[in-house]
């Protein structure tokens, strides 16, 4: 059975909110299962007295979703708007019918007076909700459809991880996604790779199969890791990743919408945050160190935080990731749990997801309880930044990574190993390591002569160090011919 939801409003202030009510059901994948959407704008393109028709659907349909702006509408014979004639035959035709009122802004004294009058109506005998976009209108919607689905006992109420799909069976499930990690758990905690085939594994080791009416299905913690498509399944997972122009999102530079198996999401964000963020050098003792702007360690440590901690009960709302020019911010819908606070985070522990929590662990992506917020802060300290910080804002819970600005180069006195070049080592002279360190260090451009009075040196000595130099990558050639430039690769 599907349900019908006819969607009611100011039909010239409030027709962006009713296509963004309809765009919501229809792109989510349980609720196409379960609702059919009429907006006016449908009707009236089917012709054949579109408000007959349009009345028809309205005591017709199971759920009426009204919505409330700051304009009464035009009044008909009967000094009642479309949307309040409509509210009014719904409640008298359809005895069973359920109600949802969503109501644009906090701010009653911006609506006419009618409006207001109609509002004070509905406050009398119905819950409604408030919002302030279309995104926060379409997540409020989500959110309502799917208390009505679990009230109604149409969908599982147990953890969201647990949970089956209705739309997917054991097809979704890639096992060459569940091979790699197997292998990298074997790797990671020194144990080999389980017998058995993939399926079995799933069921008996990781327990992410349910059985549902004879069969064993996929749970959503099994969708997420293990699917290529775990966003069409499960829309809400998702990243969002930006990086702005300056200190505000006033301008985007590039963007992404990430989607996927969480191990896939976690390789394209890395690599977006390493195409946006900068990496400088420097010559130091003889070695060529590569500096980045943030240690991503931290970052990525934050993100599969953001994955494992979020709440997945709220459609319509991804984990938002945003890189500025001082800061980088990860936020996740979902705040923190009863009984944990800002200053409880360091070493304590709650999750709302421990299914996802114990798959992340047994790959070492998560190490012991409560760790993860010192991990970060220690990681950027080490970096020589500020410890991150930790807010809500609403119902999101924040990290922000303040960056080094102009002082990227004055980052970091003990410097990994895995991110230094010994020059000695790689076989250049003194000379070319001097020239390499005026080049990274003070942006130097050589030509040829410039190499030969330097360092009084032949010019055939200074051709033979300035292409050493370009076979050992440490340097590049602009231009040609007598215009030929050295600069640091």
């Known amino acids: 059975m599907k349900f019908k939801v006819f969607v009611s409003g100011n039909q010239s202030e409030l027709r962006e909110e009713r296509f963004a009510v309809k765009d919501a059901i229809i792109n989510t994948g349980i609720f196409r299962e379960f609702f059919e959407v009429y907006i006016f704008e449908d009707v009236a393109a089917a012709g054949n007295n579109p408000a ?3 009345l028809n659907e309205l005591k017709n349909s199971n759920i009426y979703l009204g919505i409330l702006g700051q304009k009464y509408g035009f009044k008909g014979d009967d000094g009642l708007s479309a949307t309040e004639k409509e509210f009014d ?5 359809v005895s069973s019918g359920e109600v949802l009122i969503f109501i644009k802004g906090d701010n009653n004294l911006k609506r006419d007076e009618d409006t207001r009058k109609f509002f004070n109506k509905i406050k009398e005998s119905l819950v409604y909700r408030r919002f302030e976009s279309l995104d926060d209108l379409k997540c409020q919607v989500t959110y309502s459809l799917e208390q009505f689905l679990i009230n109604n006992g149409l969908i599982q109420t147990g ?11 054991y097809s979704a499930i890639n096992e060459k996604e569940v091979k790699d990690f197997l292998q990298k758990r074997a790797l990671k905690l020194d144990v080999d790779i389980p017998e058995g085939s993939i399926y079995e594994t799933l069921q008996n080791r990781l327990n992410v199969l349910k059985e549902f009416n004879g069969e064993y299905m996929p749970t959503n913690a099994a969708l997420l890791f293990f699917s290529l498509q775990a966003s069409d399944y499960i829309p809400q997972n998702e990243i969002r990743i930006a990086r702005y122009q300056g200190v505000t999102r006033f301008r985007t530079i590039d963007n992404l919408e990430i989607k996927g198996s969480v191990y896939g999401i976690l390789k394209e964000v890395e690599i977006f945050f390493k195409r946006n963020t900068r990496l400088a050098n420097k010559i130091v003792d003889f070695k060529r160190v590569d500096i980045p702007e ?24 991804p984990i938002m990731f945003s890189i500025f020019d001082d800061r980088v911010e990860i936020s996740n819908p979902g705040g923190l749990l ?15 997801n421990q299914r996802i929590c114990e798959i992340f662990h047994q790959t070492k992506d998560m190490e012991k309880y409560g760790t993860g917020i010192g991990k970060m802060k220690k990681l ?15 119902d999101f819970f924040v990290v922000k990574f303040y960056g080094p600005g102009e002082n990227i180069l004055d980052l970091v006195s003990d410097i990994p190993d895995d991110r230094m070049v010994d020059l000695k080592e790689l076989g250049l002279n003194d000379r070319q390591i001097k020239a390499l360190e005026m080049m990274v260090n003070e942006g130097t451009v050589f030509t040829n002569s410039l190499y030969h009075d330097t360092f009084e040196v032949s010019r055939n000595t200074s ?21 030929t430039q050295y600069k640091a690769a």
Do not use: C, V, W
């Open 294 to 317: 943030y240690p991503y360690d931290a970052i990525r440590e934050a993100i599969i935080n953001a994955i494992a901690h979020r709440d997945y009960n709220r459609l319509g709302a």
């Open 380 to 394: 950027m300290k080490e970096h020589g930044l500020e410890e991150p910080e930790f807010s809500e804002e609403g």
């Open 159 to 169: 953890p969201f991880e647990d949970r089956i799909n209705p739309e997917a069976d």
């Open 52 to 54: 007959f028709r349009y």
């Open 338 to 352: 009863p009984g944990m606070s800002i200053n409880k985070l360091d070493g304590h522990h709650a999750s709302r």
């Open 463 to 483: 051709s033979r160090d300035l292409m050493g130099l370009i076979e050992k990558n440490q340097a590049q050639i602009i231009g040609k011919g007598r215009y």
């Open 89 to 93: 035959t719904f409640i008298n035709s």
